[in-house]
């Protein structure tokens, strides 16, 4: 029975963000405030449960000794609270400090090592070698500098470099096309799952419930 | 007159066309074919290479607002892998709703493999917030991220993580993605530790991972609901057993959501160029109608 009423909720909620299309109501901005705060209460529970708990309370209540170096991570956690009161709201910014500081440096790296060097490597090709086909190859090697001539600013873009430019936008275009198919194919995905949910899932669980 | 009305059509038209279109299909499947593409065989060969003596590590980066491109890409990778005895680490590290998809996902893929032990052929470790940081740790000891699984167990107790210290212990690293997760497991992961990575992405973040795959970063790639297709046929047209499994009626599958994705693409792009017909139309009339007034 728990099951049905949580699916019949689920296709009330579903037409309430549905019925946008026609018009902006209060069902639909209904659904839409809940959903942002089960979301935001869903969170805070995942993270107590899957992080705060095994990885932070049970090691210290557990053995203390041994895990005594947890106590700098949670005070920082509890020291990023301290915005709230007004008065000593600085010391939030020495978390914030360490927090920010521990992501640019795994960023920088990651960037770098893992992005910038072994793309910048997959573009420079020899024209007729690789895996690829000498005509892929050499899409990529003249689609690359158009782009990257467009993106060039210390010149003015008239003559020749005007004309590789332009290349590189029809590139570009190109571009945005694949990405553009690929978002309206994602979102039509969506969609499917939610008819599917409504006119199989929907009626084969109240089938079997009643 | 009547050509700008043309033009001007009530746009909930077109919303209840797509509603059309994505309904029939659904109800009375057309059976429209599918065939891979590289990038996803890719993906199904290196699985196939592996057998019971190897290790997948399949991390649940989406949740359930991009399920129906993600969660047939999980099942199909998880039946593939269970298949072939491939031991299966199954981990989370997207908050809004990550450990639950993979929770859902193993509980119906997992009775259709009686044989299974929970601990032995696949351990499910549950959800870490922090992806990077968590990343970066695993590199070093899973039990450092998850000291207990997800049913509280601790990591030591468990028999197949006795043997999968790190990621030198894995094979292969499959993340089923909905956001910049994937790429990080490509720019931080493969980079830093060499492991390969294969990613289900969802449509919207596909085109981006082309990069990563061109340069050897990622070993397949699985592009929305279209992906998810083509895994699902692959792995049907080697294990044919499945084809009964992925006809029931009633079963959500990508390669039944192909056909409401097809009839969908078909009615945008004839509007497309139904409405580009019309707006050429009326150019061409303004202008002979401009020369008639000169």
């Known amino acids: 029975m728990s099951q049905l009423i949580g699916v019949w909720v689920a296709a009330f909620l579903t037409l309430c963000i549905f019925s946008f299309l026609y018009r902006d109501n209060p069902f639909f901005r ?19 449960v899957n992080t705060l708990v095994p990885n932070l309370i049970n090691p210290l209540f557990g053995d203390f000794g041994a895990n005594a170096h947890l106590l700098i991570p949670l005070l920082l ?28 440096g795994i960023n920088m790296v990651q960037k770098i090592q893992g992005e910038i060097v072994p793309q910048v490597g997959s573009t420079i090709l020899h024209p007729i070698g690789g895996v690829m086909t000498p005509v892929d190859n050499l899409i990529l090697i003249v689609g690359v500098l158009a782009v990257l001539i467009y993106f060039y600013f210390s010149i003015e873009h008239r003559g020749a470099v005007g004309a590789v430019s332009r290349l590189g936008v029809w590139f570009l275009m190109l571009g945005f096309g694949a990405a553009f198919g690929y978002t309206v194919m994602g979102r039509v995905s969506l969609l499917i799952g939610r008819m599917n949910f409504l006119f199989i899932d929907l009626v084969r669980i109240t089938g079997q419930a009643l | 007159m009547k050509l700008e009305r043309l033009v001007n059509i009530d746009r909930r038209i077109v919303y209840l066309c797509i509603a059309v279109g994505t309904t029939l299909p659904l109800l009375l499947p057309i059976g429209l074919p599918v065939s891979s593409t590289p990038p996803v065989r890719s993906l199904f060969e290196k699985v196939e290479s592996l057998g019971p003596e190897d290790v997948v590590l399949l991390s649940f980066d989406y949740g359930p607002t991009t399920a129906p491109e993600n969660t047939p890409m999980a099942e199909a990778i998880l039946r593939h892998c269970f298949t072939r005895g491939i031991k299966v680490v199954v981990i989370a590290l997207f908050p809004i709703g990550g450990v639950t998809m993979a929770g859902e996902v193993l509980a119906n893929i997992t009775p259709e493999y009686p044989q299974l032990q ?25 039990v450092n991220v998850f000291p207990v699984d997800n049913g509280r167990r601790p990591l030591g107790e468990i028999p197949l993580m006795q043997r999968v210290v790190n990621y030198d212990d894995v094979d292969l690293i499959v993340t089923l993605s909905t956001n910049v997760i994937a790429e990080w497991w490509a720019n931080l992961v493969n980079a830093q530790f060499g492991t390969p990575v294969a990613v289900g992405a969802t449509a919207v973040s596909a085109p981006k991972y082309y990069a990563f795959l061109d340069s050897g970063q990622m070993i397949g790639l699985l592009g ?71």
Do not use: C
Not at chain 1, 31 to 39: D, I, K, N, P, Q
């Open chain 1, 30 to 48: 209904f659904a839409e405030s809940l959903f942002a705060g089960v979301s935001l209460g869903y969170y805070i529970g995942i993270v107590a």
């Open chain 2, 224 to 294: 929305g609901l279209k992906g998810a297709s083509e895994y699902e046929r692959l792995v049907i047209d080697r294990y044919p057993h499945f084809a009964r499994l992925y006809d029931r009626p009633g079963v959500y599958t990508a390669i039944k959501g192909m056909d409401a994705q097809t009839v969908d693409h078909a009615i945008i792009m004839a509007f497309i160029l139904f409405g580009n017909t019309v707006h050429f139309l009326i150019r061409r009339r303004d202008r002979r109608a401009g020369l008639r007034d000169a």
């Open chain 1, 77 to 104: 956690g509890l020291n990023l609270y301290t915005r709230f009161i007004p008065r000593i709201a600085w010391l939030a910014r020495i978390s914030l400090a360490v927090y920010i500081a521990y992501y640019i």
């Open chain 2, 118 to 142: 929970e601990g032995v052929d696949y351990a499910f470790l549950g959800y870490k917030d922090g992806a990077q940081a968590a990343m970066k740790q695993m590199g070093v000891a899973f």
